[in-house]
C-alpha cells in the first residue's frame, strides 16, 4: 500500500476538561503515538455543571496541546454536545481513547465501552492506564484542593494553574 492511498487513522480523546489537567496530557501524548490524527473533544454538558464555561476550557486546552512538546501527529480540539458515539462517527473516529486511574473508573468505562460497542460496534474503545505519577490526579481534586490553598503546580500546567487562581479570587464557589 502506499502512502496516498492509506487510510488515515483517527482517534478521539473525549473529556469534560474542567480543567485539564496534566494527566489528561499525559494522555494526549500518549494516544499521539497510535493514530495519524487525534481529535481532543471538549464535553459541552450543562448538566455535569463545569466550573469553568465551555470557551474557557476549550481555550485552556488548546494552548496546552499548543505547547506541548513530543505530539507524535496533528491534534485538533473541537467542542461537542451529542452523544459521544455520534460525534466520533462524525469526526471519522475509528478508536475512542479512555483513560483509567484506579478500579472505580474501569467499572463505568466498561459498562460505556459495552454500549458504544452496541451502538456502533465498528468504532473501538482503547484504554490507555494513567501512570503512577497522575493516578491520583483528577479535575475535581484540583478544583477542591486550589479553592482551599493548596498547592497544584504539580498537577497543571502554569496557564491552567493562573485561570484557577483567577476564578476563586473573583470569587466563584467550587
Known amino acids: 500500500m502506499t502512502e496516498q492511498t492509506k487510510k488515515r487513522l483517527i482517534g478521539l480523546y473525549p473529556g469534560t476538561f474542567d480543567p485539564v489537567t496534566k494527566g489528561h496530557l499525559h494522555l494526549i501524548r500518549r494516544a499521539s503515538k497510535l493514530v495519524d490524527h487525534l481529535v481532543v473533544g471538549v464535553a459541552d454538558n450543562p448538566r455535569k455543571k463545569p466550573f469553568f464555561t465551555y ?6 486546552v488548546r494552548t496546552d496541546i499548543e505547547n506541548m512538546r513530543e505530539k507524535q501527529c496533528s491534534i485538533e480540539v473541537v467542542c461537542f454536545d451529542k452523544l459521544l458515539i455520534h460525534f466520533a462517527r462524525d469526526v471519522g473516529a475509528s478508536c475512542i481513547f ?26 473501538e474503545t482503547v484504554f490507555l492506564m494513567a501512570a503512577d505519577k497522575w493516578q491520583f ?22 496557564a491552567v494553574h493562573e485561570k484557577l487562581k483567577q476564578k476563586f479570587k473573583a470569587g466563584k464557589q467550587w
Open 98 to 123: 479512555r483513560g483509567l486511574r484506579a478500579v472505580s473508573d474501569f467499572d463505568y468505562e466498561f459498562q460505556m465501552t459495552g454500549m458504544n460497542a452496541k451502538l456502533d460496534p465498528e468504532i
Open 137 to 158: 490526579v483528577s479535575s475535581s481534586f484540583v478544583k477542591e484542593i486550589s479553592s482551599l490553598g493548596g498547592d497544584i503546580s504539580d498537577v497543571v500546567t502554569p
Open 55 to 60: 470557551d474557557e476550557r476549550l481555550e485552556m
